[in-house]
């Protein structure tokens, strides 16, 4: 059956360290993967999406990575600050499909 | 420019009583979407809308009702609420490719 994961578990980092979320998937043909960032009470906030022919992009302090061989996504948040907790989500979308599925999300916490 | 506005923000419910949550877009998108929240199972699709005029079921319909009333309008209604229905509900416009969704603040019901 299709299966997107990501951490349950929280991830905890120290100001000022490069955080990284991994998004892993199964039985998924993606075309496109997207992230959102989710403050609590709040609906969730589009940052970045990446293709299934693009192997990482940028923008600011925040890179992703598409690996389609590994069926991994790797977000990354460089020089990382307090203001960076939330939770992250992971969302794939197939081919000619506007209705990407969600992965349950990571909980980030950055530590002064 | 508002963006996704969802009311009501918050409500409790007694088992068997109906109610409709609302949702306006100010984004002139053509795709709207319903989703439910609950612990540990992320962001399930209940119904959504390509355009004005149609509407589909998502992962978990059962229970609900959809209009999508106009361009700018898409309401959720329980018919005979149940305990099972607590959850937080969120409300989504969807942009052109790359299918960015725009959410709503999200209703947090309780169904007692």
Not at chain 2, 69 to 97: H, M, W
Request: aromatic share 10%.
């Amino acid at each position: 059956s299709q299966k997107i994961e990501q951490n349950s578990e929280a991830l905890n980092i120290q100001e000022g360290k490069t955080a990284t979320l991994t998004c892993n998937y199964t039985n998924y043909s993606p075309a496109y993967l997207q992230w959102y960032r989710q403050d609590p009470g709040r609906g969730p906030v589009f940052l970045l999406l990446i293709r299934e022919n693009e192997k990482e992009k940028r923008k600011e302090r925040l890179k992703v990575t598409f690996d389609t061989t590994l069926k991994q996504s790797l977000f990354h948040i460089t020089a990382s600050q307090p203001a960076d907790s939330a939770t992250y989500l992971c969302a794939l979308g197939v081919g000619g499909s506007y209705i990407p599925t969600f992965g349950r999300g990571t909980s980030l916490i950055v530590h002064p | 420019n508002a963006g996704v506005t969802q009311t009501p923000k918050f409500q409790v419910l007694k088992t068997g009583q109906s109610m409709t949550l609302q949702c306006a877009q100010d984004m002139n998108h053509n795709s709207m979407y319903w989703y439910r929240q609950d612990p540990g199972m992320g962001l399930r699709l209940i119904y959504y809308s390509a355009s004005e005029g149609t509407t589909d079921k998502g992962e978990v319909p059962n229970g609900y009702n959809v209009s999508r009333l106009n361009k700018r309008e898409f309401s959720l209604r329980l018919e005979s609420a149940a305990p099972s229905q607590t959850s937080v509900y969120f409300c989504a416009a969807i942009g052109d490719p790359p299918y960015e969704q725009y959410f709503g603040p999200g209703t947090r019901l309780t169904v007692t």
